[in-house]
């Protein structure tokens, strides 16, 4: 149907028009609609094996990303952690960099500074923070599942996987991580019968690779109501995928939930 201003329209006008009024409607369509999480997606990114006098803070500047990132891909709480000879994957990094040891590690005092790859120029060296803050919000969730986490966030095989695995036993409860909205309860291609919970602007979580879902989209959960099952198969099918996304991204669950005990 369409609407009445269109037949005032002068006819050259009217095939503009339509083509706009689709595109304002598809755009709409689309921002009401659920984001749902892909499956996994190729990394893209390069390897950094740490040497003597490197740091993580020094690392990260040097490829100009986010340590927070690099930090909780390779499941680094403490900047301290890194060791010489630790492999970093560094998101959308092209190539290989040389990064700059640590005023007094690259070089002896009075001796020429640390030299580089050939043909490659030194990074300036800059002035590093004292305690390199690594965001974490231990708690913000509690476990939807307890058991333990057989496959981590971060970089496996060359695909990175936005979440974690937690094994359990066949028919075991998946609970809410938080109360929310339920915004999506069906099969998602790629992660089996899914529910993903809305928990305000920033925050959502995933439940995928349940046997079935108590729960249906629009309804409200209180944090650990059951929001479904595992499969009754075989044990090394029964395992739940979790995410937690924040502001559509996937973080590392492992930063936001209760240190194992």
């Given at each position: 149907?369409?609407?009445?201003?269109?037949?005032?329209?002068?006819?050259?006008?009217?095939?503009?028009?339509?083509?706009?009024?689709?595109?304002?409607?598809?755009?709409?369509?689309?921002?009401?609609?659920?984001?749902?999480?892909?499956?996994?997606?190729?990394?893209?990114?390069?390897?950094?094996?740490?040497?003597?006098?490197?740091?993580?803070?020094?690392?990260?500047?040097?490829?100009?990303?986010?340590?927070?990132?690099?930090?909780?891909?390779?499941?680094?709480?403490?900047?301290?952690?890194?060791?010489?000879?630790?492999?970093?994957?560094?998101?959308?990094?092209?190539?290989?960099?040389?990064?700059?040891?640590?005023?007094?590690?690259?070089?002896?005092?009075?001796?020429?500074?640390?030299?580089?790859?050939?043909?490659?120029?030194?990074?300036?060296?800059?002035?590093?923070?004292?305690?390199?803050?690594?965001?974490?919000?231990?708690?913000?969730?509690?476990?939807?599942?307890?058991?333990?986490?057989?496959?981590?966030?971060?970089?496996?095989?060359?695909?990175?996987?936005?979440?974690?695995?937690?094994?359990?036993?066949?028919?075991?409860?998946?609970?809410?991580?938080?109360?929310?909205?339920?915004?999506?309860?069906?099969?998602?291609?790629?992660?089996?019968?899914?529910?993903?919970?809305?928990?305000?602007?920033?925050?959502?979580?995933?439940?995928?690779?349940?046997?079935?879902?108590?729960?249906g989209r629009d309804q409200q959960v209180k944090q650990s109501q059951v929001l479904g099952r595992l499969v009754s198969g075989p044990p090394d099918k029964c395992f739940l995928h979790f995410q937690v996304r924040r502001d559509?991204?996937?973080?590392?669950?492992?930063?936001?939930?209760?240190?194992?005990?």
């Open positions: 149907m369409t609407p009445r201003f269109y037949r005032f329209l002068p006819e050259r006008m009217r095939p503009g028009v339509l083509i706009l009024l689709a595109g304002l409607l598809l755009c709409a369509a689309c921002h009401r609609g659920t984001v749902l999480p892909e499956s996994s997606s190729k990394a893209q990114g390069v390897y950094h094996t740490v040497e003597k006098g490197q740091t993580l803070w020094r690392i990260c500047k040097t490829y100009q990303v986010s340590m927070q990132d690099v930090a909780e891909l390779n499941n680094i709480t403490d900047h301290s952690q890194i060791r010489v000879g630790d492999r970093l994957f560094i998101p959308g990094a092209p190539s290989v960099r040389n990064v700059p040891a640590t005023t007094g590690a690259a070089a002896q005092p009075g001796g020429p500074p640390a030299a580089g790859p050939v043909g490659q120029v030194p990074v300036p060296s800059a002035p590093e923070p004292i305690a390199p803050v690594i965001e974490k919000n231990v708690g913000m969730f509690i476990w939807p599942l307890i058991g333990p986490v057989t496959k981590r966030f971060g970089i496996h095989g060359g695909l990175k996987h936005d979440g974690i695995d937690i094994k359990g036993t066949p028919g075991a409860e998946v609970k809410a991580s938080r109360g929310g909205k339920v915004i999506f309860s069906s099969l998602l291609d790629g992660y089996g019968s899914t529910v993903i919970v809305q928990h305000d602007q920033s925050f959502v979580t995933v439940y995928a690779n349940l046997g079935e879902n108590s729960v559509r991204q996937a973080r590392n669950p492992l930063f936001y939930l209760p240190e194992a005990r």
